[in-house]
């Protein structure tokens, strides 16, 4: 049974860092497409970033660009999102993702095959 299980998350001040981590156990997502994704209620899920294996950078959303970072520890099947100079709009509930592909970061939420339970980054002022 595949699984991607987070942790991190939490309450922050404004300009502050957090890290998240997604962890896959089941199989191997090393050479898969990662995302992360973010939503707060009533709105759609909005894409943030995604990596892949092949090379080239990461997808990255307008939104954080400059300030949120991914990376891979494929040894421990783990991808990260670094979040930096948080923003009280970065609020949301934060979900990683994967494919089953390297072909394409997808933005679309729907491209993505399994999911994390979500984790709560709230930025105060």
């Known amino acids: 049974q595949v699984q991607l299980v987070q942790t991190g998350g939490g309450l922050v001040e404004t300009g502050g860092s957090l890290t998240l981590s997604c962890t896959a156990s089941g199989r191997s997502f090393n050479r898969n497409v990662m995302g992360w994704f973010r939503q707060v209620p009533g709105k759609d899920r909005e894409f943030v970033l995604a990596?892949?294996?092949?090379?080239?950078?990461?997808r990255v959303a307008q939104s954080v660009k400059g300030r949120f970072t991914v990376s891979r520890d494929n040894a421990e099947n783990t991808v990260y999102l670094e979040m930096n100079k948080l923003k009280p709009e970065d609020t949301a509930i934060y979900y990683c993702a994967a494919r089953d592909t390297d072909l394409d970061t997808s933005p679309r939420p729907g491209d993505y095959n399994y999911w994390g339970q979500g984790a709560q980054v709230t930025v105060s002022l």
């Open positions: 990596t892949g294996w092949s090379g080239g950078g990461p």
